[in-house]
């Protein structure tokens, strides 16, 4: 909000300089966050009289006058080409060397054939008002040669008033806040009326059909108004706060806007069909030009001012044209109301018309502010347009409200500050903000969080208790934390002594995004880039993977952006395969890409929402070490990627099964399950798959490589398979044996059955198990393949004897004999 500080002074004694003012102000939670110095930049430019006003004998459009700029100074010629001068007017005139707003420079200068020393202003030009159209007449008393930034200059702070303060969304409220500060007194405008005629009754009429969206609605009538511009003063006070001027009659009803905080309308009377006002929703097909000239079509929910034949004004936000205060209006309609914030910001947000005033209505009204407000307009049009006052007031409900009773501890506001504050001080501060005390009853609940029960006071809490009075305007006063920040407030947050926390530090708690971390540092440090994907896909992603557009698991949004954007995902997949086509696109097809990322399922009407790692290779994969050659992804490459990510994590190693079931989108050939047991050897869950994208799927997304590899892993599974401690386990003193064994099996077992078969019979003397080759031929039978495993055996205590070492072998070979029919190959 800009603050003029000349019209502030009205209301409050500001004895500060304005930098003062403003950090005495943002330290109240009124943050200033500019001082604008109005009039600095109207270098030499003075009040001057008019002594003679002549037409240009060569010109048609220009006038020649004469200007007396001060005693000493000589009569100046000067040329203007407006038609509002008259000899005998004061106004601003711009001597040569004089600098305007912009950096324009006035010199002396010819035209059409005659000098001009210099130059007659209009408002416009000196940013005073918004008239651009003549010259600025400036009152007859002002004097003669005084600059004008000396009579018209100002000081005007733009403060930033937060959303829950829209009681300071005005000047008054802002001086409300320099007297807490400084401690002066708050003067209120005087607001006498004289009324004559007849009664407002006899000729306004109105009906509220929903008091919940209108509680309050208060309408005056001024009768015989003449219309026209206001005063330079007003203009120039609305210019400096960012309203422009219109006309006497609507100037007042922006000059109380921002006087009191409290937006109203006025109507031209003869707009309203039988002086009659209905406050009602909008009806399906009804049509408002509004002040813009704009033709809006309504909806249902748009709360309206309207008459018999038709809405007048959307309530809260702008009038309509047909009801406009114009030249020819002789009587005034004031409307002053109470209207529901949310209704008002809805209107404002679906219009497109976020105005000073829906600002105002959106943050709530106080409800007593409807009847000032109204006398305060009918005062000031009666004495800026002329015309009278007509006696009484429509008011649809006149009683207003009793202050609110806020109970609170004392000891409770310097428990929360972390200071000690004496009561008297409490109840000091806090009626520099118009709150007053009163010792609590028995029986009084203090309320410490809105929604939730309060603590009721007996009778010794009680007799320590106090109770805030609260005032009507101070509508974010609810709860006893907010008369905390009220004291803080006053008291300054600068002299709330720091200090440290007396309560024991609590114990460690494991980061919960730990493993997170190390996933990403793991992956990184092997050369892969992280991805970050969008968590909304369409329903074609979902169709590609197999999902149907109603599959009753899918979560959708109400009202998506888009169609590709309407869908919560249910994998990784579709993301990382949609950054691997635009990579393709800009000729990028050697990709190792990862994701970290949730994806979202309803189950049994509950959504669940779970952590997934998505990690997609494509084209050639670079080998670990120099001196490797690049690779093609396919699926060994991704799996050993998950092996070497588990093993740095301290997991066990995953295990390779055949699925159950293939996707549609997963190669039949080149997919598998991958388990991994927990830290104590348990059973083993299923960590995720790692699959080659079916060639069908990848000509579907539009993907041109042939060599893609994917793994979509669970990290919930992925942690409970870490050890929550690493022990440190001493380097062997005897040595390892080796021994390799090939064994043949059917090609519809997979290598991961082998290797569980054998780590099972091997423990406990099993170090380590490789799969380092694979072999189908002859002399092996048709659907017979080799797979060659390499045991690493070693006791901690002593060297093993070859005995132990053939019992070890036997019972693997044992095993692989008996659970998957098996045998070794001679």
Known sequence: MRVPLSWLGDYVDVDLTPEALADRLTLLGMEVQGIERRGIDWQRVVVGELLTVEPHPGSDHLLVTTVRTGPAEPVLTVLTGASNVAAGQRVPVAVPGAVLPGGRRIEVTRMAGRESQGMLCSGDELGLTTDADGILILPPDAPVGVAMADLFGDVVLDVDVKPNRGDALSLIGLAREVAAATGARVRWPEIALEETGPAVESRVAVEVLDERLCPRFVARLVDGVTVGPSSLRVQARLTAAGVRPVSNVVDASNYVMLELGKPTHTFDAAGIAGGRIVVRPARTGERLETLDHVVRDLTPETLLIADPAGPLSIAGVMGGASSEVGMATRTVVIESAVFDPVAIRRAAHHYALRSEASLRFEKGQETRLARIGADRVAQLVAAWAGGSVAPGRVDTAPAEPEPARLPFRPSRVSGLLGTTIRVDAIRDLLARVDVRTEPARPGDVVPVATGFPGVPLDGAAAAEALVAIVPTHRRDMEIEADVTEEVARVLGYDRVPGRLPETPMPEYRPDPRRTVDDVRDA?????????????????????????????????????????????????????????????????????????????????????????????????????VAWNQAARPADLWEVRGLVTALCARLGALRPTAARPGTVASYEHPGRTATLLVAGPDGGVDAVLGRVFQPHPAYLEAAEVRSTHVAVALLDLDVLQAAIPAVRRYVPFPRVPAVERDLAIVVGDGTAAGEVERVVRDAAAPLLRTLRLFDVYAGAPLAPGERSLAFRLTLQSPERTLTDEEIDATVGRVVDALRTRLGAHIRA
């Open 523 to 623: 992956l990184a440090g092997r050369g892969l880039d992280e991805v970050v994907t969008h968590a909304l896909v369409g329903p074609l992603d979902h169709e590609r993977i197999g999902i149907a557009g109603d599959d009753p698991a899918t979560i959708r949004v109400t009202n998506p952006l888009s169609a590709e954007h309407s869908q919560l995902r249910r994998s990784l997949l579709p993301g990382l395969v949609r950054v691997l086509v635009e990579n393709e696109r800009q000729r990028r097809v050697d990709l190792s890409l990862f994701e970290i990322g949730h994806v979202h399922d309803l189950v049994d009407g509950v959504p669940v929402e779970r952590a997934v790692l998505g990690i997609l290779l494509a084209g050639d994969q670079a080998g």
